[in-house]
């Protein structure tokens, strides 16, 4: 009887990991020789040691696998399946962790800046929602006041703020009925998101909401303090409340009336990258 063939993949030596490990800690000690001395060194170490516990956790499920294949020995489907999921989920999170960092430090360095097209907001929203909805297979319903209406703004900036906050919902609605609403007036959009739950987290919620400082950001913290900025940005604001058994958040955009012919959002060409950014920015609703 021919035997099953073992194909060990090269990305997967551990030579390779371990030299690749022996670079990172390296990269951490100089990082952390050259970090400045304010009060952002603990964002920053927080981040670095979220980061170095994502590696060793892409290091351990690597080894394992190449363990397998060395010695000859090929567990069930569904273990393998596990194992390359979870090394890509914490990518995921990875990517996540650094985006946010180069945000935030673009942010405090004041350098970054808006692409501005004109677009109608009502299918961006509308767009978000869907494509939000169908990869954590979750409900998400959305209404609004209105079917069209343009305004100017970043869309990749914008769709990355809408995101943070669906996120939040996700994390916290216990699976159930989000709700987002889309409602114009005369002057500006407010857009709505919506959930169930009680009113100890709704303090909680306002509480990091109201203390948001660079030099003091937790995971959370951190997400609405780039949600917060990107909206800012957009000359717009973010607020949160509710009552004893609904949170809700709400952002504010001033809306000028704008001519539709400099529309530019082109739906199949954006939700490609639209899907990069839900796999991205929902990595971390996932237990590995």
Do not use: W
Not at 58 to 65: C, D, K, R, Y
Not at 207 to 213: P, V
């Amino acid at each position: 009887m021919q035997q099953d063939k073992v194909i060990v993949m090269p990305f997967l030596s551990n030579r390779n990991i371990e030299n690749a490990a022996s670079k990172l800690n390296v990269a951490y000690k100089d990082a952390e020789e050259n970090f400045p001395e304010d009060n952002h060194n603990d964002v920053y170490l927080e981040i670095s040691n979220k980061l170095s516990n994502l590696i060793s956790n892409i290091h351990g499920e690597s080894q394992l696998i190449e363990l397998f294949a060395q010695g000859g020995k090929i567990p069930d489907k569904k273990y393998l399946t596990n194992g390359v999921n979870a090394i890509r989920q914490n990518c995921l999170k990875i990517t996540k962790t650094i985006n946010n960092l180069i945000e935030l430090r673009k942010l405090e360095k004041k350098q970054t800046c808006l692409v501005v097209n004109s677009v109608n907001i009502v299918e961006i929203i509308d767009n978000i929602v869907i494509n939000a909805s169908k990869h954590i297979k979750q409900e998400i319903i959305f209404d609004t006041n209105i079917e069209e209406k343009y305004m100017s703004c970043d869309i990749n900036k914008l769709q990355k703020a809408i995101l943070i906050i669906l996120s939040v919902a996700v994390r916290y609605s216990n699976k159930k009925e989000i709700l987002v609403n889309l409602n114009v007036f005369e002057d500006n959009i407010n857009i709505t998101v919506s959930f169930n739950n009680n009113s100890k987290l709704l303090n909680f919620f306002i509480q990091k909401m109201d203390n948001l400082t660079p030099d003091n950001l937790d995971e959370l913290s951190l997400s609405f303090y780039l949600c917060k900025s990107l909206i800012a940005l957009h000359e717009g604001s973010i607020s949160v409340e509710g009552n004893s058994y609904e949170t809700m958040f709400t952002i504010k955009l001033p809306c000028e009336n704008t001519d539709s012919i400099n529309y530019l959002f082109m739906r199949d060409n954006k939700n490609e990258y639209l899907a990069e950014q839900i796999v991205i920015e929902f990595s971390d609703l996932y237990e590995i």
